[in-house]
T-cell receptor, first 117, second 114 residues
Framework: AQSVAQPEDQVNVAEGNPLTVKCTYS??????LFWYVQYPNRGLQFLLK??????LVKGSYGFEAEFNKSQTSFHLKKPSALVSDSALYFC???????????????FGTGTQLKVEL | NAGVTQTPKFQVLKTGQSMTLQCAQD?????MSWYRQDPGMGLRLIHY???????DQGEVPNGYNVSRSTTEDFPLRLLSAAPSQTSVYFC?????????????FGEGSWLTVV
């Protein structure tokens, strides 16, 4: 079975400071990993994904994430936070060993990012 | 490019009423799915479809029905609404051809059952 953990319900950062939103995962095979962002009363927007290749993945809005296989982590990072980055962030995983068809992404419980002036 | 379109955006139902949440995508995606989002629980898969005429259950299918008569449409039916179905519902789609393909979400449907 696949699972995702986002250990922090909320992360507070001052604008201009670097931010990290943590994500760890568990899969049987190799993982496909995704980050999504959700603004209030909106749907989830795709930020970035890791499929294979370079461990550092760059995505939308200046975000990046680092895949660490030994630590089974895929933390989301941004060098300089903006107030407009305040939103709910979801990490998701799909195992490369499939037990059935379909969009079987498993999502974390979400981390609320609050960036303050 | 409309992407994934859900209607209605907001709905209030009385216990026992039925309704259908509509979902349409214009990207010719084979895979479509419905999730519900509840506080502290992330997104949970209700039902999914790998193509027209094919549907299957996800993690939390009870109380919901789906059908997939066309590639574009994937409606979610609540047969007899219960307060436990108060949630935010998201339809999603992705192309076939690889599990690494990105899922695209609709804007969500906020449902309250009283």
């Amino acid at each position: 079975a696949q699972s995702v953990a986002q250990p922090e319900d909320q992360v507070n950062v001052a604008e201009g400071n670097p931010l990290t939103v943590k994500c760890t995962y568990s899969v049987s095979g190799n993982p496909y990993l995704f980050w999504y962002v959700q603004y209030p009363n909106r749907g989830l927007q795709f930020l970035l994904k890791y499929i294979t290749g370079d461990n550092l993945v760059k995505g939308s809005y200046g975000f990046e994430a680092e895949f660490n296989k030994s630590q089974t982590s895929f933390h989301l990072k941004k060098p300089s936070a903006l107030v407009s980055d305040s939103a709910l962030y979801f990490c998701a995983v799909r195992d490369t060993i499939l037990t059935g068809g379909g969009n079987k992404l498993t999502f974390g419980t979400g981390t609320q990012l609050k960036v303050e002036l | 490019n409309a992407g994934v379109t859900q209607t209605p955006k907001f709905q209030v139902l009385k216990t026992g009423q039925s309704m259908t949440l509509q979902c349409a995508q214009d990207m010719n995606h084979e895979y479509m799915s419905w999730y519900r989002q509840d506080p502290g629980m992330g997104l949970r898969l209700i039902h999914y479809s790998v193509g027209a005429g094919i549907t299957d259950q996800g993690e939390v299918p009870n109380g919901y029905n789906v059908s997939r008569s066309t590639t574009e449409d994937f409606p979610l039916r609540l047969l007899s609404a219960a307060p436990s179905q108060t949630s935010v519902y998201f339809c999603a789609s992705r192309p076939s051809g690889g599990s690494g393909n990105t899922i695209y979400f609709g804007e969500g449907s906020w449902l309250t059952v009283v």
